[in-house]
């Protein structure tokens, strides 16, 4: 899987566009920041659990995106960890900043073994969900006011799981418990279905009085990318070398991956301008 699965949109295409992406201090949303910024974006805001780390991300992508100096890339902290940080972000950005156009919310992470995080919840459900899901909502009343008409909220979700027994009460409760626990793998995915299903439900929230989105939401699903999401795996040398084969055969790069991000948003700010044909599923 190659970095050349989805065509980028056209030079230029987000000229004069503000962004704003969680999670992109590496991986998938420092590549994604990477796309837009050499996309001609107007501002791309980045978050990071420090601004220590947050500036050594900025520094990276500028450095690969020839912007040094420019003040195009901004670093805004957030530890999605707690329910508060998300609250302080969200109050800053809604006071703060008078237009955007695109939100993406790509946190997450993976564990090893079970964690119960600072709000009572495992980690994986904590941030991946809950975290993210308050933060769209607190975004979303914002996001339909100064997005001009074009605003577009995108959550990194992972399609590649179902469940056939679901519970019909304490959803949250139950697949917190260390007794339920699947696992890293498993519990990522679980995180990522109930993401999947939280979107669906932002979706409805944002549509108008007319039935029409004010705000277009949807979720973005970039396949397999190699990042170093899954960390914690990395063991030792022989673990490290089987990560990096598997990782080498069936994951895209981190480019790659994020090609899928300008893709969803390209076709509302660009109202599919000539020159852009948005790929087929038959080519990613």
């Given at each position: ?176 418990m260390k007794e ?38 949807n979720s973005i ?9 899954g960390r914690e ?52």
């Open positions: 899987m190659g970095s050349t699965s989805l065509r980028l949109p056209p030079p230029n295409a987000f000229l004069g566009n503000p962004f704003l992406i969680t999670g992109a201090t590496s991986g998938l949303g420092s590549a994604t920041a990477v796309h837009f910024v050499n996309l001609g974006a107007k501002s791309v805001i980045i978050t990071g659990r420090s601004f220590a780390k947050g500036g050594q991300a900025r520094a990276s992508i500028e450095a690969e995106t020839g912007t040094i100096g420019k003040c195009i890339v901004k670093v805004m902290e957030l530890d999605m960890s707690t329910f508060e940080s998300v609250k302080v972000i969200a109050d800053k950005v809604t006071k703060d900043l008078k237009e955007i156009d695109f939100v993406c919310l790509n946190a997450g992470t993976i564990s090893t073994e079970h964690k119960v995080g600072k709000e009572g919840y495992e980690t994986m459900i904590e941030i991946g969900v809950l975290a993210t899901s308050f933060l769209a909502l607190l975004f979303l009343p914002w996001m339909r006011e100064v997005g001009r008409g074009n605003s577009h909220l995108g959550i990194v979700v992972f399609r590649g799981i179902d469940i056939s027994n679901w519970l019909k009460k304490n959803v949250l409760a139950y697949w917190s339920n626990w699947k696992g890293g793998q498993g519990g990522y995915a679980l995180s990522k279905l109930l993401q999947q299903y939280a979107v669906n439900e932002i979706a409805k929230l944002a549509l108008g009085i007319n039935g029409s989105p004010s705000v277009v939401v699903c970039p396949g397999m990318v190699k990042s170093d999401l795996y990395n063991t030792g040398v022989a673990m490290s070398i089987i990560i990096n084969l598997w990782m080498g055969l069936a994951c895209k790069t981190t480019e790659g991956g994020a090609r899928t991000v300008p893709d969803l948003p390209c076709l509302i700010v660009l109202n599919c301008v000539p020159g852009y044909a948005r790929a087929s599923s038959k080519d990613r």
